[in-house]
């Protein structure tokens, strides 16, 4: 990083009040599972002893009653999506999901055909259960394939196979024309050909969505501590490379670096949240960033299920399911904007930056220069993308844009 970029006067950006507030989303967290995967960080907990011991009919409660005590906070505006994740959200009832979407249409204006997203895991369903989610009005399936590979699927320690993974396809188009499949690759022992077996297997379904993510050993994951063996860097970079070619030749434009959709099929929750748009999540370690006139504040929820259930239901005047908040300043809104829109092939129009930061894009001008400078980005006075270098070198293309106080 060069001294003109550690000299920004970004640190000294003082925003201006919003003109507009951006769109909101709703995220809804359902944080149990059946089983526990080695490589996952997200904050999900195995249900213990089966399902008969899922605490279901209270969290639904616990859920109501958090977005009732968050009305005050984004009163009267419009939700343009809605998120179930998880966890596995699939492992609850068609009937708490559909409970649980009547509150959210009681509490909060939905615009009209508002995305209404779930995820869902292949083992936790049957048809009828598919075809109830979206009687329930569920519009948008996320289907946590991984990979078709059985072997690879044991080495993830998932809960279904490859002919599992199939068929959870084929029932969820015949429920939905709306489909997104994850999948991973530079996964333990995986080759080359494997991974490209895997993408041609998801891209032959045809359907509109497909998220490709690189494994990754995070912190706090029995893979971090046990490392499995896994492909080389080159390898993986190989792979990565190869899914992205597969994809474009079925038609799928990447528009966001682990995204991959039909023309026009984007997920909207997603490009909300790539844009520095508002999400208000509800459910145990659920984050929130709500944007008011004159400030910004991001919340997190309490993680652990039953602390978040006592916190939640508890109906005394200073209980509050929020664990933390925070109001998030000039300094950092320049980078969190970055962070994520940076992220989209397309990148961003200017004024989006001003509309959702308060700032000007001149505070950034001497990081700009640098990552122009160093060929990872495009920009002219209307929009800034990443190139194609900048993309695959995303990190360096960040850390441009981090604030002094973290370098």
Same mark, same amino acid.
């Given at each position: 990083?060069?001294?003109?970029?550690?000299?920004?006067?970004?640190?000294?950006?003082?925003?201006?009040?919003? &003109?507009?507030?951006?769109?909101?989303?709703?995220?809804?967290?359902?944080?149990?599972?059946?089983?526990?995967?080695?490589?996952?960080?997200?904050?999900?907990?195995?249900?213990?002893?089966?399902?008969?011991?899922?605490?279901?009919?209270?969290?639904?409660?616990?859920?109501?009653?958090?977005?009732?005590?968050? +009305?005050?906070?984004?009163?009267? $505006?419009?939700?343009?999506?809605?998120?179930?994740?998880?966890?596995?959200?699939?492992?609850?009832?068609?009937?708490?999901?559909?409970?649980?979407?009547? %509150?959210?249409?009681?509490?909060?204006?939905?615009?009209?055909?508002?995305?209404?997203?779930?995820?869902?895991?292949?083992?936790?369903?049957?048809?009828?259960?598919?075809?109830?989610?979206?009687? %329930?009005?569920?519009?948008?399936?996320?289907?946590?394939?991984?990979?078709?590979?059985?072997?690879?699927?044991?080495? +993830?320690? #998932?809960?279904?196979?490859?002919?599992?993974a199939r068929r959870a396809v084929d029932i969820a188009l015949d429920n939905f024309d709306n489909v997104n499949l994850d999948l991973m690759y530079a996964l333990p022992h995986q080759t080359l050909e494997d991974a490209r077996r895997d993408v041609g297997a998801a891209a032959s379904h045809g359907v509109a969505h497909i998220?490709?993510?690189?494994?990754?050993?995070?912190?706090?994951?029995?893979?971090?501590?046990?490392?499995?063996?896994?492909?080389?860097?080159?390898?993986?970079?190989?792979?990565?490379?190869?899914?992205? &070619?597969?994809?474009?030749?079925?038609?799928?434009?990447?528009?966001?670096?682990?995204?991959?959709?039909?023309?026009? $099929?984007?997920?909207?929750?997603?490009?909300?949240?790539?844009?520095?748009?508002?999400?208000?999540?509800?459910?145990?370690?659920?984050?929130?960033?709500?944007?008011?006139?004159?400030?910004?504040?991001?919340?997190?929820?309490?993680?652990?299920?039953?602390?978040?259930?006592?916190? %939640? +239901?508890?109906?005394?005047?200073?209980?509050?399911?929020?664990?933390? &908040?925070?109001?998030?300043?000039?300094?950092?809104?320049?980078?969190?904007?970055?962070?994520?829109?940076?992220? +989209?092939?397309?990148?961003?129009?200017?004024?989006?930056?001003?509309? #959702?930061?308060?700032?000007?894009?001149?505070?950034?001008?001497?990081?700009?220069?640098?990552?122009?400078?160093?060929?990872?980005?495009?920009?002219?006075?209307?929009?800034? %993308?990443?190139?194609?270098?900048?993309?695959?070198?995303?990190?360096?293309?960040?850390?441009?844009?981090?604030?002094? &106080?973290?370098?």
């Amino acid at each position: 990083m060069t001294a003109a970029a550690l000299a920004s006067p970004l640190s000294h950006a003082e925003p201006e009040a919003l &003109q507009s507030l951006p769109p909101l989303s709703l995220y809804i967290h359902i944080p149990w599972c059946v089983k526990k995967c080695p490589y996952c960080d997200f904050n999900s907990h195995e249900i213990r002893g089966g399902r008969d011991n899922l605490p279901e009919a209270e969290y639904v409660a616990a859920l109501t009653r958090d977005l009732e005590t968050a +009305l005050p906070s984004i009163w009267g $505006r419009r939700v343009a999506s809605v998120f179930f994740g998880g966890g596995t959200p699939s492992v609850f009832s068609a009937r708490s999901i559909e409970a649980l979407l009547a %509150a959210a249409r009681m509490l909060l204006p939905l615009e009209p055909g508002a995305e209404v997203t779930l995820e869902a895991n292949p083992g936790t369903f049957e048809a009828k259960k598919f075809a109830d989610f979206r009687s %329930a009005g569920v519009n948008r399936l996320s289907i946590g394939i991984q990979s078709f590979d059985s072997r690879h699927l044991r080495a +993830l320690g #998932r809960v279904h196979d490859g002919n599992e993974a199939r068929r959870a396809v084929d029932i969820a188009l015949d429920n939905f024309d709306n489909v997104n499949l994850d999948l991973m690759y530079a996964l333990p022992h995986q080759t080359l050909e494997d991974a490209r077996r895997d993408v041609g297997a998801a891209a032959s379904h045809g359907v509109a969505h497909i998220s490709a993510y690189h494994l990754t050993l995070e912190p706090n994951t029995l893979f971090y501590r046990q490392p499995p063996p896994l492909p080389d860097d080159d390898t993986a970079a190989q792979m990565q490379a190869t899914v992205e &070619q597969a994809l474009h030749q079925h038609g799928y434009l990447n528009y966001e670096v682990s995204a991959f959709a039909r023309p026009g $099929r984007e997920s909207r929750h997603n490009m909300n949240y790539w844009l520095f748009g508002d999400y208000l999540g509800i459910g145990a370690g659920a984050h929130s960033k709500i944007s008011l006139a004159d400030r910004i504040v991001r919340q997190v929820r309490f993680r652990q299920p039953r602390q978040y259930l006592a916190r %939640a +239901l508890d109906a005394s005047p200073q209980a509050t399911p929020i664990m933390a &908040q925070h109001e998030v300043d000039g300094t950092d809104r320049g980078f969190e904007f970055m962070m994520n829109a940076l992220r +989209l092939t397309r990148g961003f129009e200017a004024k989006i930056f001003t509309a #959702r930061t308060g700032l000007q894009l001149e505070s950034l001008v001497s990081q700009l220069d640098e990552a122009q400078r160093r060929g990872l980005i495009t920009r002219d006075g209307e929009h800034i %993308a990443p190139t194609p270098l900048g993309r695959r070198f995303l990190n360096d293309l960040l850390q441009i844009f981090l604030p002094e &106080q973290q370098e």
